[in-house]
């Protein structure tokens, strides 16, 4: 069975200090998506990300940064000079194929990092 | 475009009353799921669907149950609320094609007493 593992299930940093969240991952499927989504205080998933298991090179975006190591099986979420906006719940996920029909599948969610930036 | 809509924000049932959580999307997406939060905890799939008349279960069906008449709206039923129920209910969407992200409503968060 697919799982996600977020070991960490709380980080407090101070603001501009870097932060790194981890995400391990089990699966079956030779074709898979990683993804990472954000809750903020107010309930609402934001998506950040996706990758899939073929492609490894590691992605930047602004603040946020991404390593996927498929030997590790690992989907490390780091971020930058961290600010008190940073603040929230952060998921990693993991879809799973579900069917027959091409693209189809579900996300397996981790149980979440919540991370706390201080000023 | 309005994306995904979830009414109500927030409901208080009591142990055997029932109650349909409404999830609207105006994006034309093919897949629609239903999970569930409880605390602590990362999101589990209640029931999805891949088009209008096609649901299947997910991860946690138990005590739920969907219909899917249109592309648009794809409604979640508690047909007799317990207070196992009590979670903070998310509805999400995709387009049909890829490993495309889900994009999700603000969530219904549902107490049962």
Same mark, same amino acid.
């Given at each position: 069975?697919?799982?996600?593992?977020?070991?960490?299930?709380e980080i407090?940093?101070?603001e501009k200090?870097?932060?790194?969240?981890?995400?391990v991952?089990?699966t079956?499927?030779?074709?898979?998506y990683l993804?990472?989504?954000?809750?903020p205080?107010?309930?609402?998933?934001v998506f950040?990300?996706r990758r899939?298991?073929?492609?490894?090179?590691n992605?930047?975006?602004?603040?946020?940064?991404?390593n996927?190591q498929k030997?590790?099986?690992s989907?490390?979420?780091?971020i930058?000079?961290?600010?008190v906006?940073?603040s929230?719940v952060?998921?990693?996920a993991?879809?799973e194929a579900?069917?027959?029909?091409a693209?189809s599948?579900?996300l397996?969610?981790?149980?979440g990092?919540?991370?706390s930036?201080?000023p | 475009?309005?994306?995904?809509?979830?009414? *109500?924000k927030? %409901?208080?049932?009591k142990?055997?009353?029932?109650m349909?959580?409404?999830c609207?999307?105006?994006m034309?997406h093919?897949?629609?799921?239903?999970y %569930?939060?409880?605390?602590?905890m990362?999101l589990?799939?209640?029931?999805?669907?891949v088009?209008?008349g096609?649901?299947?279960?997910?991860?946690? *069906?138990?005590?739920?149950?969907v219909s899917?008449?249109?592309? @648009?709206?794809?409604?979640l %039923?508690?047909e007799?609320a317990a *207070?196992?129920?009590?979670?903070v209910?998310?509805?999400a969407?995709r387009?049909?094609?890829g490993?495309? @992200?889900q994009f999700f409503? *603000?969530?219904? %968060?549902?107490?049962?007493?």
């Amino acid at each position: 069975a697919q799982k996600v593992t977020q070991a960490q299930t709380e980080i407090s940093v101070v603001e501009k200090e870097d932060v790194t969240l981890d995400c391990v991952y089990e699966t079956r499927d030779t074709t898979y998506y990683l993804f990472w989504y954000k809750q903020p205080p107010s309930g609402e998933l934001v998506f950040l990300i996706r990758r899939n298991s073929f492609d490894e090179q590691n992605e930047i975006s602004g603040r946020y940064s991404w390593n996927f190591q498929k030997s590790t099986s690992s989907f490390n979420f780091t971020i930058t000079a961290s600010q008190v906006v940073d603040s929230a719940v952060y998921f990693c996920a993991l879809s799973e194929a579900i069917g027959t029909g091409a693209g189809s599948y579900q996300l397996t969610f981790g149980k979440g990092t919540k991370l706390s930036v201080i000023p | 475009n309005a994306g995904v809509t979830q009414t *109500p924000k927030f %409901r208080i049932l009591k142990i055997g009353q029932s109650m349909t959580l409404q999830c609207t999307q105006d994006m034309n997406h093919n897949y629609m799921y239903w999970y %569930r939060q409880d605390p602590g905890m990362g999101l589990k799939l209640i029931y999805y669907s891949v088009g209008a008349g096609i649901t299947d279960k997910g991860e946690v *069906p138990n005590g739920y149950n969907v219909s899917r008449s249109t592309t @648009e709206d794809f409604p979640l %039923r508690l047909e007799l609320a317990a *207070p196992s129920q009590t979670s903070v209910y998310f509805c999400a969407s995709r387009p049909g094609q890829g490993f495309n @992200e889900q994009f999700f409503g *603000p969530g219904t %968060r549902l107490t049962v007493l």
